[in-house]
């Protein structure tokens, strides 16, 4: 699916005023209408944005697509903290599973590192190795101290 600007932009707006902004709530709640109304189909994963996944409950979700490959074609999303890669001999998605069954001596030679070629292969299939903490602003930090100033354990 391709994002369409025009119905986004200009004829959404125009049917949540005219509706009572019941418009909107349906968007909000039902993927395949917001599917329909937001982004224009496409045959290939070439010009994608996006795509709608459909788990085993029937629950329908729009993901976005994105690279991690040196040719910047989208071909991988994230569903549910699973990363989820195109293989073009099976043309589907299948997830990026990870070898945790390997012995302690297949991991003690590979213990002398990797090339840096592999290294950031590695790192564009699944992303770099950081945990993003995030900070609060000192403003609400104080706001909630002076809201709740004692602690009673």
């Not at 993927?31 to 329909?36: D, G, H, N, S, V």
């Not at 071909?75 to 890669?85: G, P």
């Not at 390997?102 to 790192?123: A, F």
Request: glycine share 4%; net charge positive.
């Amino acid at each position: 699916m391709e994002f369409s600007r025009l119905k986004a932009y200009l004829i959404v707006p125009i049917l949540s005023v005219c509706s009572l902004l019941i418009f909107p709530w349906l968007l909000y709640h039902k993927a395949p209408l917001r599917a329909k109304v937001f982004y224009n189909p496409v045959n290939g994963l070439d010009r994608a944005t996006h795509i709608l996944v459909t788990d085993v409950n029937g629950k329908v979700e729009i993901k976005d697509l994105y690279s991690t490959n040196t040719m910047n074609t989208k071909d991988t999303f994230l569903f549910r903290f699973i990363q989820f890669k195109f293989i073009l001999e099976n043309n589907r998605f299948e997830p990026v599973e990870y070898d945790c069954t390997m012995y302690q001596y297949e991991l003690l030679k590979r213990g002398k590192g990797l090339k840096q070629e592999s290294v950031n292969e590695l790192r564009m299939l699944y992303g770099p190795c950081q945990l993003v903490v995030p900070k609060k602003p000192i403003g609400s930090l104080l706001i909630h101290e002076v809201l709740n100033p004692f602690y009673i354990f």
